[in-house]
């Protein structure tokens, strides 16, 4: 709602009468009062926005898109890094850049590796559902799904380079069988 008011301040010069002063005096308290009504206006819209605003924080405090989420979870000291993907800001960047030069994890079109690292590790590492990580990043659950593919293709041929038997692993004597009449299943009555 907007207010139509006059606030134009005329300048006083000493040949005016006493019925003009009287009637500047009375225009420009009229003038004061609706700027001042305006003012309060303005006051309570923005006190009102910013409740709004705070109450919008404490529905989701995390940043508006998945990028200022990683931007966030990545710097400082490490707590929100640790509390989301178990893992600090250096282990982090180290393990996307070693999935990204040597298993051929890419960015993607929206998503950048960063983000794709971690939806994974948040969805691991709290098994959390597609739905809890759409609101932190911002995602579709389609898009979420498809990039934690990718993730884990990339991981499981990680994985073949960290998890290896033991060399002489096959050579190990044969398993142990017990002796039915020795060890008894089941106990007979």
């Given amino acids: 709602m907007w207010l139509d008011f006059d606030c134009v301040l005329r300048s006083y010069s000493e040949d005016e009468d006493e019925h003009n002063e009287v009637e500047y005096e009375e225009q420009l308290q009229e003038d004061i009062n609706i700027w001042l009504e305006f003012c309060r206006m303005t006051d309570r819209a923005v006190r009102d926005y910013i409740r709004n605003a705070r109450r919008r924080i404490r529905r989701n405090p995390r940043a508006s ?3 200022m989420f990683m931007i966030e979870a990545l710097d400082g000291d490490g707590q929100i890094s640790y509390h989301e993907f178990r893992m600090y800001p250096d282990a982090f960047i180290r393990f996307t850049h070693v999935l990204r030069n040597e298993y051929g994890l890419y960015n993607g079109t929206e998503v950048s590796i960063y983000e794709q690292v971690g939806m994974f590790l948040c ?17 579709s659950l389609e898009t979420i799904g498809h990039y934690f593919k990718l993730v884990l293709h990339a991981v499981v041929k990680f994985g073949g380079r960290l998890i290896k038997p033991e060399p002489k692993y096959n050579l190990s004597p044969p398993h142990h069988w017990p002796k039915a009449d020795k060890h008894l299943m089941f106990q007979v009555w």
Avoid: C, E, S
């Fill in 123 to 139: 969805i691991l590492a709290h098994r959390k559902g597609y739905i809890h990580v759409r609101t932190m990043f911002r995602h």
């Fill in 65 to 67: 898109n998945g990028h």
